[in-house]
């Protein structure tokens, strides 16, 4: 599984002498990470993460392609192979319509429709930007201005929010009478369907803090 030191050793430490990079030096260096990727995974979350600063939404589209090349599902934290190597209308005789329109489509790329989600779901936080116009986004001492967020780890952190106010819902805080009981478990819902999840750089160690 490839690592963050993986890939600053074997991307991009050939381009620490300057801090942006050129097209030819850019064309080289996608041509790496995606040799890399396509043949393993991501050790963790935060690899993932650290490599959304080089890619761009075309190149992670073509590093799926080359994930499925080699039969590996294209979001590059599985493990697995695609739910289907093979689309069920590949080399058919049918219209245009059924090609577009089929259910599951997703499985020739992804081993199921969670990592198929996943992959969306990042991909669409990449930047349209070329590398080449990226100054400092290959060097050791880049100091990340925003970090993508994962699916997965949205989710999670969704159901423990929701644990939390459940576990305060079954608490009679008012100490007042049933109507005013039900009134601020009504507040709470409000609340949770208004809260927004954001990345906090300098959390507590005690807990995470919340915005809305």
Request: proline content about 2%; aromatic content about 8%.
């Amino acid at each position: 599984m490839a690592t963050i030191e993986d890939i600053k050793q074997q991307v991009l430490e050939p381009y620490q002498k300057h801090r942006q990079l050129s097209l030819k030096e850019t064309d080289f260096l996608s041509v790496e990470l995606l040799g890399l990727l396509s043949q393993t995974e991501c050790s963790d979350t935060a690899t993932l993460k650290f490599v959304s600063r080089i890619l761009t939404k075309t190149t992670y589209a073509d590093l799926i392609d080359e994930r499925n090349l080699n039969k590996k599902c294209g979001y590059p934290l599985c493990t697995q192979s695609q739910g289907r190597i093979r689309d069920l209308y590949e080399n058919r005789k049918v219209s245009n319509f059924l090609r577009q329109n089929n259910p599951y489509k997703y499985l020739t790329s992804f081993c199921g429709k969670f990592h198929f989600r996943c992959s969306q779901f990042y991909q669409v936080q990449l930047s349209d930007e070329p590398l080449f116009s990226r100054v400092g986004v290959h060097l050791d001492d880049y100091q990340e201005m925003t970090e993508v967020m994962l699916l997965e780890e949205v989710m999670v952190r969704e159901k423990d929010l929701k644990e939390v106010v459940k576990g305060m819902n079954s608490l009679d805080l008012t100490g007042g009478p049933v109507d005013s009981k039900d009134e601020l478990q009504k507040d709470l819902s409000d609340w949770l369907s208004e809260v927004k999840i954001v990345e906090n750089e300098n959390s507590n160690i005690l807990g995470d803090g919340m915005k809305e």
